[in-house]
């Protein structure tokens, strides 16, 4: 009896959590007679059990006006198991690959340990795959266009509203040992995993206040929380016991829809790659195009991303406002009056609900990216008609950059390498000559030791020599005597 009741004490703490290879148990075993208050400094995720898992689909996707009106309509998170599997990447991105196909292109990278107030900074793909195995980064870049052909697009977001929002897409790659803030992004999110394994604890935005979020308003766009995930103060945090938690662990060709807004947690322990795909969250659902809408597979080239980075680029814009989101808000003051006539001191005073962070004068705005045509004023109409790269701009001078302007120092990693060995070879010969020296040396002191030994040894038989003549000589004066 004691046992059954100890084997049943022992499935409710673990939680269906298994030991695996790449990594420790997942979700943490729920043990609170070890602290008081329970996970009282331990990793986050030990003050409480989890409720389960986030719902699945295994080998199947969504329709779009499916997907829309169960998980994305109510913010609500799922995972598609084997989503990306006939992706090339999944089985192509080594790092070796990666450096021999992709090494010339940019990336923006940052520290494992997350710190919102730190600016990432730009180098070649192929300086980082030197260095992240030895140093404290990971990438997180718009992923390159030369790279999007080899990773598949998520069908559900494929047509109507969803297409039409699709922001940028973004590749992760680290070398395990990360744990991300508490926090929350104001995009839809598809994380889908290239290689190796992450957990994710999704928490639902209701319990926003019980989180201590240094971000006061979940509605603002993202925010992060105070607390320390690796170590929690039970007793300075005490209402983290009253958050309910779900969870998933993804590894190779698995995804995971994170809805904007969604509070999560996110942890790695080995070499991953991922890709993300953003799009805008919008109050409704257009279902155009949806109709005769393929499911099959689509490389993220064939998709109309707005937000996108090519080798040669001047910028890496990561993180900069939807492009349809922005042509929605110019065209806000036509809401009421459609056939009205924009002039510069109504935009000016209509610029400052905008961006309260403009880049460069409004007045400059104005003037080369929304009248084009040196009217004096926009119309309803020039917004609609207004190019894809005029809205880029106008993002661009709405809110500061993500990563640094200037392009990543062109490093000759080839010579660097070939000059590098060639030092190590130079220090092995010269450790070789030392080497050879010493013996010589060493030899030429043997010999010395040697000869000295010769000459004493001589020295003792001559001695001998003459005690033997005197005993002989004095034992013929002995028998002369006789």
Known sequence: MKLLIFLALLQFCLIDGTSVADG????????????????????????????????????????????????????????????????????????????????????????????????PRRMVLKGFLKQYKKEDIYVVSVLPDAMRP?????????????????????????????????????????????????????????????????????????????????????????????????????????????PGGYIHQVRSYNRTISVTTLFSPTSFFNSSGCEDLDMGYLPLSEAPIHWTYKEGDRTIDLGYKNLQVIRNNLLEPFNDSPNRRVHLKNFIRFSTGLSDSWQIDEREVFQKYLDINGKGYYTKEDIMNLPIENLKAIARAMEDPAGPLEAAPKIEWEKLLKESLARDEEERRQMMMDSNENERENEDDDELFNDDNDDNDEELFEDDDDEDNAKQEKKKHSHEEL
Not at 34 to 51: I, M, Y
Not at 154 to 183: A, D, M, R
């Open 24 to 119: 420790p148990v997942f979700p943490p075993p729920y043990r609170p007679w070890r602290t008081n208050p329970p996970g009282h400094l331990q990793s986050f995720g030990h003050q409480r059990p989890p409720d389960g898992p986030v719902r699945p689909y295994v080998d199947r996707f969504l329709h779009p006006v499916d997907f829309w009106k169960y998980h994305v309509k109510n913010k609500l998170p799922l995972v598609y198991r084997n989503a990306i599997n006939r992706s090339p990447a999944i089985k192509l991105w080594t790092d070796e690959y990666l450096l021999k196909n992709y090494g010339n292109l940019d990336v923006l990278v940052e520290r494992k340990v997350e710190n919102r107030s730190y600016s």
């Open 150 to 258: 080899e990773v598949q697009i998520i069908p559900s977001v494929l047509c109507g509203t969803f297409k039409t929002y699709l922001q940028e897409t973004n590749l992760w790659i680290g070398s395990g040992g990360t744990n991300s803030i508490v926090h929350f992004d104001a995009d839809h999110n598809f994380h889908c995993l290239v290689h190796g394994r992450k957990d994710f604890m999704m928490i639902h935005h209701r319990y926003y206040k019980y989180l201590y979020f240094k971000q006061n308003d979940p509605g603002s766009g993202s925010g992060y929380s105070k607390i320390n995930v690796r170590k929690i103060d039970m007793k300075k945090y005490p209402l983290l016991s009253r958050v309910p938690w779900t969870y998933a662990t993804l590894r190779a060709g698995d995804c995971i829809f994170i």
